[in-house]
T-cell receptor, first 119, second 113 residues
Framework: QVQLVESGGGVVQPGRSLRLSCAASGFTFTTYGMHWVRQAPGKGLEWVAVISNDGSKKYSADSVKGRFTISRDNSKNTLYLQMSSLRAEDTAVYYCARFGCWGCGPDYWGQGTQVTVSS | DVVMTQSPLSLPVTLGQPASISCRSSQSLVHSDGSTYLNWFQQRPGQSPRRLIYKVSNRDSGVPDRFSGSGSGTDFTLKISRVEAEDVGVYYC??????????FGQGTKVEIK
């Protein structure tokens, strides 16, 4: 079955960096694009970044542009989110999610990993 | 960016009764390819989101047929024909026509009266 397992979250000071990983299994990773979506405490869903199945297309939200970088290693079936210059407002649960259709939204989501930015 | 507006934000419902959630977009979601990329997600308490409906009215595999989606242009609706206890949670609409960014509604919290 499809599994997406995020890791790498934790507590980090403002201005520092963190790298999230998402290990995929149960499907052919190279045929799906991937999103990162976050959810601040008690808030709704916010799209963060997306990458195409082959890594050739990447887009990110204005709120993270220039600070967060999405990437993938298809040889390891793993998605990444490199986060730098972290701010308090980046505190959220970060979900990785796969998609097969650019407009259809993610059809499978991971369980999420908590990122807390605090001094 | 396309703004998605849901109503109501809170929806108390009686078990077995119908429920309806509205989602409006700030511009038409008809794509140049002819499709309308309006999708619905359910997030049960303590769980990750789950997609229920894609492209307005297509139910995902395993989604009960009491869930249905409809609408066109800028106005869309998610209906639950008879609410069950397992339907409690927050429901989000999301547009995938004018990206980036992909944008979500604020969420509608469904609870049992």
């Amino acid at each position: 079955q499809v599994q997406l397992v995020e890791s790498g979250g934790g507590v980090v000071q403002p201005g520092r960096s963190l790298r999230l990983s998402c290990a995929a299994s149960g499907f052919t990773f190279t045929t799906y694009g991937m999103h990162w979506v976050r959810q601040a405490p008690g808030k709704g869903l916010e799209w963060v970044a997306v990458i195409s199945n082959d890594g050739s297309k990447k887009y990110s939200a204005d709120s993270v542009k220039g600070r967060f970088t999405i990437s993938r290693d298809n040889s390891k079936n793993t998605l990444y989110l490199q986060m730098s210059s972290l701010r308090a407002e980046d505190t959220a649960v970060y979900y990785c999610a796969r998609f097969g259709c650019w407009g259809c939204g993610p059809d499978y989501w991971g369980q999420g990993t908590q990122v807390t930015v605090s001094s | 960016d396309v703004v998605m507006t849901q109503s109501p934000l809170s929806l108390p419902v009686t078990l077995g009764q119908p429920a309806s959630i509205s989602c409006r977009s700030s511009q038409s979601l008809v794509h140049s390819d002819g499709s309308t990329y309006l999708n619905w997600f359910q997030q049960r308490p303590g769980q990750s989101p789950r997609r229920l409906i894609y492209k307005v009215s297509n139910r995902d595999s395993g989604v009960p047929d009491r869930f249905s989606g409809s609408g066109s242009g800028t106005d869309f609706t998610l209906k639950i024909s008879r609410v069950e206890a397992e339907d409690v949670g927050v429901y989000y609409c999301m547009q995938g026509t004018h990206w980036p960014p992909w944008t979500f509604g604020q969420g509608t919290k469904v609870e049992i009266k």
